[in-house]
C-alpha cells in the first residue's frame, strides 16, 4: 500500500487538535513540512517504511525511530520523514509499528497484522466471542468461542490430522484462520458439570447471523467451554 499526498495545510505556528493524526507529527517547522509536502509512503514486509519525496528516497525504521536521511543520520534530529511516516500511522494508512500490511485469508483486503501472525480475517470476515453462527456443512447453530490465528491446515486435532484434512472441511482453504466455536445445543441442556465441548473450524465454514451476540456470551460464561477444540465431522 502506498500513499503519495499533500496533507491538509496548516501555518507553521498552528497546532493541530491531539486527537488529530496530524497531532503525530510535533510542532516546529520539521513537523510543518512532514504535514505538508508531497511524500510517497510505502510500506515493507519487514515493517520499515519507504518514503519517496522530490529530494530523495529514504528508508524510515518507525520501531526505532531511525531514517536515512542527512537530517537524521547526520544531525540526529526528528526528521520530516520520521514524523510524516507517524501521520500515516495515525490515520491508518500504513501499519503502526510493530505491525506489517497482510491480506484477509478470504476476500484478500489488506489488514494489518503482527509479523509472526501466519494468517488472519478482516473486519468484515472477522468473528468475536459470543457470536451466533451458522455451519454450512450441518445448518447447525453454533457459538462463536474465539478466533485464532493458527491455519486450519497447521492446527491438529487429537487424531493427529490438520483440521483442513477432515473430510468436511476439504471445501475451505487451510490457509483459512481456525474459529473455535461450541453447538448451542451443547449449552442449552445439563451437561453434569462437563464443560462443553468445542469444535475448531475454517473460517469460511461458518456463516454469520445477525443474532445479537450478547447472550452468546452469557451462554459461554455459564457453561464454561473446554479449553482444547476438536475438529467438527
Known sequence: MSTRQTLPTEQPACHPPPESPLAAAGTGERAHRARTEPMTIRGLQDGRTIVETDGGTYVVDADHERCTCPDHAIRGVRCKHLRRVAIEAAAGTIPPAG???????LCGDPVFVEFDQPTALCERHSFEPGECVIDRETGSLLIVVAETTDRADERRIDD?????????NRNYSGHEPVVEAVYASALGRQTNGRAAKRY???ASRLRHTDHDPVRGRRLLASHRPAQRADAAG
Open 200 to 202: 475448531g473450524f475454517p
Open 99 to 105: 505491525m506489517r500490511e497482510g491480506a484477509c485469508a
Open 160 to 168: 493427529g490430522r490438520p483440521i483442513a484434512e477432515v473430510e468436511t
